[in-house]
Nanobody
Framework: QVQLVESGGGLVQAGGSLRLSCAASRRTFSTYAMAWFRQAPGKEREFVAAIKWRDGSTYYAASVKGRFTITRDNAKNTQYLQMNSLQPEDTAVYYC??????????????????????WGQGTQVTVSS
């Protein structure tokens, strides 16, 4: 089993920045991809960004493209989400997710929550206007 632990959430004013981190509890060579989703009160959980672990390919939701950057540190088993130009509509609980499956080669539907078999507990991001 692998635990995902998020950190870095908090309260920030509109236009500000935050960086979220998600560390896996142990190293695994079966990590195919990691991602961030978010869920605002009264709304469905939505895809934010994803990164393939081996080649670093990145994917973004249209609403965050150009403002958010997802990166990874393979040696630390950690992914990051740098969030700039935050807006009140970015307020949500942000969840880290991982696709960790031996010999997995896709297809990979990165926006679909069912692609990910490990989830963190979530971290609150609040953007004030």
């Amino acid at each position: 089993q692998v635990q995902l632990v998020e950190s870095g959430g908090g309260l920030v004013q509109a236009g500000g920045s935050l960086r979220l981190s998600c560390a896996a509890s142990r190293r695994t060579f079966s990590t195919y991809a990691m991602a961030w989703f978010r869920q605002a009160p009264g709304k469905e959980r939505e895809f934010v960004a994803a990164i393939k672990w081996r080649d670093g390919s990145t994917y973004y939701a249209a609403s965050v493209k150009g403002r958010f950057t997802i990166t990874r540190d393979n040696a630390k088993n950690t992914q990051y989400l740098q969030m700039n130009s935050l807006q009140p509509e970015d307020t949500a609980v942000y969840y880290c997710a991982a696709n960790i499956r031996p010999y997995y080669s896709g297809p990979y539907y990165y926006t679909i929550s069912g692609e990910y078999n490990y989830w963190g507990q979530g971290t609150q991001v609040t953007v004030s206007s």
